[in-house]
T-cell receptor, first 111, second 116 residues
Framework: NAGVIQTPRHKVTGKGQEATLWCEPISGHSAVFWYRQTIVQGLEFLTY????????DSGMPKERFSAQMPNQSHSTLKIQSTQPQDSAVYLC?????????FGPGTRLTVL | AQKVTQTQTSISVMEKTTVTMDCVYE???????LFWYKQTASGEIVFLIR????KKENATVGHYSLNFQKPKSSIGLIITATQIEDSAVYFC?????????????WGLGTSLVVNP
């Protein structure tokens, strides 16, 4: 059984460019979560979907971040006009019920 | 507001010994769920064990067990017979809300080093 897949594993962007991160959840899992991890802030919740519907985006910076889940097999996190403070590891997790299973993360570096 | 606190930033132990990592939490919910994860040096985050607040028995999985003290809002992780490969950062997390799949609130982690 494949785990959560995240692509790309590493992404480098210039300040002001757009970054799109992809997540493929474990088949059959009904919920998909996005988190961000930095040394300073630790693990921060961004948003989550249940059965493809957005449920809670309370952690998302409103102006430049957006997330979608167009079908049950993938979700995207888009960051427009990236800034150096967006540099972090972005983690996707999926869950059938209860515990969450994490992907390897995408390390985003904004120069 | 919900909060999870891990006061130990790092612990160093000898192989084959037992280690306990502390975690305290704050919640207004009467029903909640507590989790421990570990993050390896490669960055992989792995689910270890969970405790549901309504269960009185401490959860045990393999050489991981929990010390759940509900009156103290405490959920300690106990690792027995530690191995070198247990070296990692351990995170305590709490799931708020009554739904099955609500977000996790995380502690800042405890770094465990197991020495040969």
């Amino acid at each position: 059984n494949a785990g959560v897949i995240q692509t790309p594993r590493h992404k480098v962007t210039g300040k002001g460019q757009e970054a799109t991160l992809w997540c493929e959840p474990i088949s059959g899992h009904s919920a998909v979560f996005w988190y961000r991890q930095t040394i300073v802030q630790g693990l921060e919740f961004l948003t989550y979907f249940r059965n493809q519907a957005p449920i809670d985006d309370s952690g998302m910076p409103k102006e430049r971040f957006s997330a979608q889940m167009p079908n049950q097999s993938h979700s995207t996190l888009k960051i427009q006009s990236t800034q150096p403070q967006d540099s972090a590891v972005y983690l996707c997790a999926s869950s059938p019920r209860g515990e969450q299973y994490f992907g390897p993360g995408t390390r985003l570096t904004v120069l | 507001a919900q909060k999870v606190t891990q006061t130990q930033t790092s612990i160093s132990v000898m192989e084959k010994t037992t280690v306990t990592m502390d975690c305290v939490y704050e919640t207004q919910d009467s029903s909640y769920f507590l989790f421990w994860y570990k993050q390896t040096a490669s960055g992989e985050i792995v689910f270890l064990i969970r405790q549901d607040s309504y269960k009185k028995e401490n959860a045990t999985v393999g050489h991981y067990s929990l010390n759940f003290q509900k009156p103290k809002s405490s959920i300690g992780l106990i690792i027995t017979a530690t191995q070198i490969e247990d070296s990692a950062v351990y995170f305590c997390a709490m799931r708020e809300g009554v739904g099955d799949n609500s977000k996790l609130i995380w502690g800042l982690g405890t770094s465990l080093v197991v020495n040969p």
